[in-house]
């Protein structure tokens, strides 16, 4: 089964080296001439954003539907690489029965990236056209700020004001801001093409699975 970065942070897990890091040191260790394959942040498939499980963009959209999220802390101007699970698994399968070669195969939008205020507005929008269908009120698209903002003005106001439900909400989003503070593209083998489609599709098959918490 494949395990990411975002699903460990997703449990709250905390690690003494970068997740990512850790378990390809690890894998080094075991297996000669490995082939290892990074992906980002992974949502559904192309066709219809069937995805087994939710975690990284999808934590961000309960943030939003909850209401425990005051702002998104990323910069608007940076790329939001996100993947489709089907492009993923193309490159595995293609490599899964070949020897281990020893390299690294960084499967990624890159420059190809949308950014993140495109991809925030996707998200909202997408959102915002399934609850319509359902006659429920749309959302507004939550503004972005930078870190240096987040932490300089907001984040200590947020302490004193918000809830305890509201402040874990929080601090599992503050995992995934490197992810949203891009402002180089990702260096990258396989590139992937026509991501901002796949992120509205996510969207809907996840408000469609999880659809008490998108009607909230």
Known sequence: ELETAADAVERGEAFEE???GCAERLARER??????????LIVGRR???RAARFA???TVMRGITSSVVPVIVGEAGGYFDVI???DLASVIAGIVRSPGTGQVLTVAGGTGAPTVETAVGLMTSALNEWRLERGLEEFDEPR?????SWNRFFLPFARSELSARQLRVIEL???FESYLALTEPLPTTHPVRDIEPCITAA?????????RQASL
């Open 18 to 20: 970068p997740f990512d």
């Open 31 to 40: 297996f000669k001439n490995l082939t290892i394959v990074r992906p980002p």
């Open 47 to 49: 066709l219809d954003g």
């Open 56 to 58: 990284g963009m999808y």
């Open 84 to 86: 489709p699970v089907d």
């Open 144 to 148: 972005l700020v930078s870190r240096d």
């Open 173 to 175: 989003l503050a995992n």
């Open 203 to 211: 969207v809907r098959y996840w408000a469609g699975i999880e659809s």
